[in-house]
């Protein structure tokens, strides 16, 4: 299984869509996939339309890393109802707030890479984290192996990307860093250009082709359905930016 963090240290850049977007990208191609929610607001839950309940949710797994736990934790997507197994989610919580500690201790942070090693039946792992560089996030990484970073083309978020490379990089068996991937991209407005920019000098090939804002996003979500659904012009570009996304998050390191 390949384990894709998908981060951000600034909220507000749409870091859940993509990573809805991605198990979309999976679900297309028939590549099966566990979407982690570690964020307290349990978007990509919702977004996924999970209904079933369950025992357990992510906030027990990282506090209990135990097969029984993980496995009572994880539910069907709504998405594929006649395929179960293709796509699941380890469930979010708001319960998990209380771990996103910036003090976290190494045992802690270790134990998300416990709790996959026991969910290892599926062939991509998507963890959705929270917008912090938290004990969540650093979860995430040690579990990962590989980070995708998202971003918008502010100010702020260069300065948000930089520190979170720079800590990425820190790291003693660092995942590899997949890309920038900038979200919510509109090219008319001349400061976004800039941004983009400033990041593509900062840091070269890293910075993929950016994400531009549609309303296709929000219409697959208000539906409830993959954005491989759609059939308008914009969702089926902005769906084969996901399938290339996820060919580089598939592709030998």
């Known amino acids: 299984m390949i384990s894709l963090a998908v981060c951000s240290a600034k909220g507000g850049v749409g870091k859940t869509s993509v990573v809805l977007g991605l198990a979309s990208a999976a679900l297309h191609r028939g590549t099966s996939a566990l979407v982690v929610d570690l964020d307290p607001q349990a978007d990509a839950t919702s977004g996924l339309d999970v209904t079933a309940q369950r025992a357990h949710d992510v906030a027990a797994v990282l506090s209990a890393p135990k097969r029984r736990v993980a496995e009572e934790a994880v539910a069907p997507s709504g998405w594929v109802d006649d395929h179960p197994g293709l796509l699941d989610v380890l469930t979010g919580s708001d319960a998990s707030a209380g771990l996103d500690t910036p003090d976290a201790d190494e045992e802690t942070l270790k134990s998300l890479r416990r709790a996959l090693k026991k969910l290892d039946d599926h062939a991509l792992a998507l963890l ?7 004990g969540l996030t650093r979860s995430a ?11 918008d083309a502010s100010r702020f978020s260069v300065a948000a990307v930089d520190r979170t490379v720079r800590e990425v990089r820190a790291l003693r068996q660092a995942p590899r860093i997949v890309g920038i991937q900038v979200n919510r991209f509109t090219p008319r407005s001349g400061e976004q250009r800039f941004r983009y920019e400033e990041l593509r000098a900062l840091f070269g090939d890293l ?15 208000g539906a409830g359905v993959p954005l491989h659904a759609l059939r308008t012009r914009t969702a089926r570009t902005l769906a084969g930016q996901f399938d290339s996304i996820l060919d580089r998050v598939l592709a030998p390191a």
């Open 128 to 134: 959705d984290t929270p917008p912090s560089l938290n």
């Open 141 to 151: 990484w040690r579990a990962a192996d590989a980070v995708l970073v998202v971003s």
């Open 207 to 221: 910075v993929l082709e950016p994400l531009p804002d549609r309303v296709s996003v929000p219409q697959s979500q």
